[in-house]
């Protein structure tokens, strides 16, 4: 069956209250349709519809009806395509009619590829509420610090009410502790008036444990691969054809429900398929058909752990097509210089030398040898613009994948804060930022999880002490308070160095929009300057006009260090991470020759 054949699973509701339940469960050899109402129960046989699929059809249907399946006269089990799952993941599904919702979104565009700055957010510790509706107070900030694309951390239904996401086991259900359906369109609805795109985390890699039923429908899961975290989805063997439905359809669903303007891929590494067409390829096509009636751009996002732009390349190229990837060596690379660390994924990274390389060349393991790996990693960017690869200093893993959940902030003063704000911003690549380290937040984000099953519980404890090289004690994810504890605390008091870094973000996020140099991800150049002595200088420049271009120094000592003389002439100072404003010591108009400790100095043409 072709992807502009595919059927549609779920509940599907039209306005007039008209609803086709359709289920896929090559497994059974009859399906029930049970309707809920309070304590009575109609039990409804529905009809094969041939390739494993079962479907009814009903009028009158209210809006929220409750249902599940009973398969061959089993125990009744929620809607594996289940749009809203009300009373959380074992118990049954309910409709949901996203055509009547009062979308006003008519005139939004959406926001290219190039101007694309990401802002990661929890929607559980965003605010003290946990809610979609809670978020949209805080969007006018975002959009004055310059962002234009809040990325949200997955909301596919989870067992009970605190967890990152990545355990969902219903994946067209938003949560329904953040509000669920309507309340996720309301706020994307929301962002599209703020002028902010809206890009969900969505994983195609496996689902959760617990109350994950998919498996007794058909054959979800592979019995080749594994992922680190349970059972690989079977994308190539038996019976994968309605696997794959499942994902392209759930693409549709975000796109055409929910008005998203894009979708973060989580562990592509971890989607395992050998058919002649690769599942990433279809979920792009199948994207950008869903996108099209809505006339704007729709970016599908890997995260990938393979530092290899298959994933990028055209398919006549032999790849899949998609529109960006992370680069984790950036972060790698940043954080293992400033912090000194050197554990775990550290390892492989640290020397001053691999900050040019990830500036000019994308990856530092491009084919060299990984010791963390104990294997060469990687490949060659080639000839992939920056504007393909999405880069920052912290996010969800970073931060929460240590023991006791430190940010950057906690870890490093304000300079080196600084200077890693104007590596990330000035870097030829698209900024990624996490919800707070736009002004030093150091309130942890840790790991939580909110399990009902006493052996998982206990499974994830011990887990969490066991990987990621965690170092010390591990707080309790199971704990409430390694939940609460993980809000940010929204605060940047006038004068205190937070201020100073927010405005340092904003400034520089404005600079992206003003240089032309900084609209140029083709042409740059990096290097650490030999002539500087007693330690490390930074230079890089962007752009390839002479009339525009920028150059930009990071003195990545803790002392001053003579100022390079390579900026062309003409050229005048038009940023210092170490202003004033900023909280630094550099006065404006300071003619110092000397960089400051960890500053950050960009010299260029006065833009127009």
Same mark, same amino acid.
């Given at each position: 069956?072709?992807?502009?054949?595919?059927?549609?699973?779920? /509940?599907?509701?039209?306005?007039?209250?008209?609803?086709? +339940?359709?289920?896929?469960?090559?497994?059974?050899?009859?399906?029930?349709?049970?309707?809920?109402?309070?304590?009575?129960?109609?039990?409804?046989?529905?009809?094969? $519809?041939?390739?494993?699929?079962?479907?009814?059809?009903?009028?009158?249907?209210?809006?929220?009806?409750?249902?599940?399946?009973?398969?061959?006269?089993?125990?009744?089990?929620?809607?594996?395509?289940?749009?809203?799952?009300?009373?959380?993941?074992?118990?049954?599904?309910?409709?949901?009619?996203? !055509?009547?919702?009062?979308?006003?979104?008519?005139?939004?565009?959406?926001?290219?590829?190039?101007?694309?700055?990401?802002?990661?957010?929890?929607?559980?510790?965003?605010?003290?509420?946990?809610?979609?509706?809670?978020?949209?107070?805080?969007?006018?900030?975002?959009?004055?610090?310059?962002?234009?694309?809040?990325?949200?951390?997955?909301?596919?239904?989870?067992?009970?009410?605190?967890?990152?996401?990545? !355990?969902?086991?219903?994946?067209?259900?938003?949560?329904?502790?953040?509000?669920?359906?309507?309340?996720?369109?309301?706020?994307?609805?929301?962002?599209?008036?703020?002028?902010?795109?809206?890009?969900? *985390?969505?994983?195609?890699?496996?689902?959760?444990?617990? @109350?994950?039923?998919?498996? $007794? =429908?058909?054959?979800?899961?592979?019995?080749?691969?594994?992922?680190?975290?349970?059972?690989?989805?079977?994308?190539?063997?038996?019976?994968? *054809?309605?696997?794959?439905?499942?994902?392209?359809?759930?693409?549709?669903?975000?796109?055409?429900?929910?008005?998203?303007?894009?979708?973060?891929?989580?562990?592509?590494?971890?989607?395992?398929?050998?058919?002649?067409?690769?599942?990433?390829?279809?979920?792009?096509?199948?994207?950008?058909?869903?996108?099209?009636?809505? @006339?704007?751009?729709?970016?599908?996002?890997?995260?990938?752990?393979?530092?290899?732009?298959?994933?990028?390349?055209?398919?006549?190229?032999?790849?899949?097509?998609?529109?960006?990837? +992370?680069?984790?060596?950036?972060?790698? /690379?940043?954080?293992?210089?400033?912090?000194?660390?050197?554990?775990?994924?550290?390892?492989?990274?640290?020397?001053? #030398?691999?900050?040019?390389?990830?500036?000019?060349?994308?990856?530092?393991?491009?084919?060299?040898?990984?010791?963390?790996?104990?294997?060469?990693? @990687?490949?060659?960017?080639?000839?992939?613009?920056?504007?393909?690869?999405?880069?920052?200093?912290?996010?969800?893993?970073?931060?929460?994948?240590?023991?006791?959940?430190?940010?950057?902030? #906690?870890?490093?003063?304000?300079?080196?804060?600084?200077?890693?704000?104007?590596?990330?911003?000035?870097?030829?690549?698209?900024?990624?930022?996490?919800? @707070?380290?736009?002004?030093?937040?150091?309130?942890?984000?840790?790991?939580?999880?909110?399990?009902? !099953?006493?052996?998982?519980?206990?499974?994830?404890?011990?887990?969490?002490?066991?990987?990621?090289?965690?170092?010390?004690?591990?707080?309790?994810?199971?704990?409430?308070?390694?939940?609460?504890?993980?809000?940010?605390? +929204?605060?940047?008091?006038?004068?205190?160095?937070?201020?100073?870094?927010?405005?340092?973000?904003?400034?520089?996020?404005?600079?992206?929009?003003?240089?032309?140099?900084?609209?140029?991800?083709? /042409?740059?150049?990096?290097?650490?300057?030999?002539?500087?002595?007693?330690?490390?200088?930074?230079?890089?420049?962007?752009?390839?006009?002479?009339?525009?271009?920028?150059?930009?120094? =990071?003195?990545?000592? /803790?002392?001053?260090?003579?100022?390079?003389?390579?900026?062309?002439?003409?050229?005048?100072?038009?940023?210092?991470?170490?202003?004033?404003?900023?909280?630094?010591?550099?006065?404006?108009?300071?003619?110092?020759?000397?960089?400051?400790?960890? $500053?950050?100095?960009?010299?260029?043409?006065?833009?127009?």
């Amino acid at each position: 069956m072709g992807a502009e054949e595919m059927r549609r699973c779920g /509940a599907v509701a039209r306005p007039d209250g008209t609803v086709t +339940w359709r289920v896929w469960a090559p497994k059974a050899d009859r399906v029930e349709l049970v309707l809920i109402d309070g304590d009575r129960r109609r039990h409804v046989a529905m009809r094969p $519809e041939g390739d494993g699929y079962f479907v009814h059809a009903g009028t009158g249907v209210p809006d929220g009806q409750r249902y599940a399946y009973r398969l061959n006269s089993g125990p009744e089990r929620p809607d594996p395509c289940s749009r809203w799952q009300p009373d959380g993941v074992h118990r049954p599904s309910a409709v949901v009619f996203p !055509d009547r919702f009062p979308w006003t979104d008519r005139d939004w565009r959406g926001i290219a590829r190039a101007d694309l700055v990401f802002y990661e957010l929890h929607v559980g510790t965003f605010t003290a509420e946990g809610t979609f509706d809670a978020i949209a107070p805080r969007l006018p900030e975002l959009r004055d610090l310059g962002v234009t694309a809040v990325e949200i951390m997955p909301v596919a239904q989870f067992p009970g009410a605190r967890n990152w996401g990545y !355990d969902g086991v219903h994946p067209f259900a938003p949560q329904d502790t953040y509000g669920g359906p309507d309340a996720l369109r309301r706020l994307v609805d929301t962002c599209h008036a703020h002028g902010l795109a809206v890009v969900l *985390d969505v994983v195609y890699n496996h689902l959760g444990p617990e @109350g994950n039923y998919a498996g $007794e =429908f058909g054959p979800y899961y592979s019995d080749r691969y594994r992922t680190a975290w349970g059972a690989a989805l079977n994308y190539d063997g038996p019976g994968s *054809d309605g696997v794959r439905d499942f994902v392209l359809d759930n693409v549709r669903h975000w796109v055409e429900e929910y008005h998203l303007d894009g979708l973060r891929l989580d562990a592509t590494q971890s989607i395992f398929d050998t058919s002649p067409v690769h599942v990433l390829a279809e979920i792009k096509r199948a994207a950008d058909r869903a996108a099209a009636p809505f @006339g704007r751009p729709f970016h599908v996002i890997a995260e990938s752990l393979l530092n290899d732009v298959r994933v990028l390349l055209p398919p006549g190229r032999g790849g899949y097509g998609l529109d960006a990837e +992370w680069n984790e060596d950036f972060h790698h /690379a940043v954080v293992a210089f400033l912090t000194g660390e050197r554990h775990g994924k550290y390892v492989d990274f640290g020397p001053a #030398a691999d900050l040019p390389r990830v500036l000019e060349r994308t990856f530092v393991l491009d084919g060299r040898y990984s010791r963390h790996r104990g294997r060469r990693w @990687g490949a060659s960017a080639g000839d992939v613009p920056g504007d393909r690869f999405v880069v920052g200093v912290q996010n969800h893993d970073h931060v929460g994948n240590r023991a006791r959940g430190e940010r950057l902030a #906690a870890l490093v003063g304000p300079p080196v804060q600084r200077l890693a704000a104007s590596l990330t911003l000035l870097a030829p690549h698209l900024p990624f930022l996490f919800m @707070g380290e736009e002004y030093g937040e150091t309130n942890p984000f840790l790991f939580f999880c909110s399990f009902g !099953d006493r052996g998982l519980i206990e499974a994830v404890r011990r887990g969490r002490r066991r990987d990621y090289a965690l170092a010390g004690e591990v707080p309790d994810p199971q704990a409430t308070l390694s939940f609460t504890a993980s809000r940010p605390s +929204w605060s940047w008091p006038a004068g205190s160095p937070r201020a100073g870094l927010r405005r340092l973000y904003r400034d520089l996020l404005a600079a992206r929009r003003r240089w032309p140099a900084l609209r140029d991800f083709v /042409a740059r150049r990096a290097r650490l300057l030999p002539d500087v002595a007693e330690g490390p200088v930074l230079e890089l420049v962007r752009g390839a006009d002479p009339a525009s271009a920028l150059h930009v120094y =990071f003195n990545l000592a /803790a002392s001053p260090r003579p100022l390079p003389t390579g900026a062309p002439a003409g050229a005048r100072a038009l940023h210092s991470s170490e202003w004033v404003t900023y909280g630094g010591p550099r006065a404006d108009g300071d003619p110092r020759p000397e960089l400051y400790p960890h $500053e950050c100095l960009v010299f260029g043409p006065e833009p127009v």
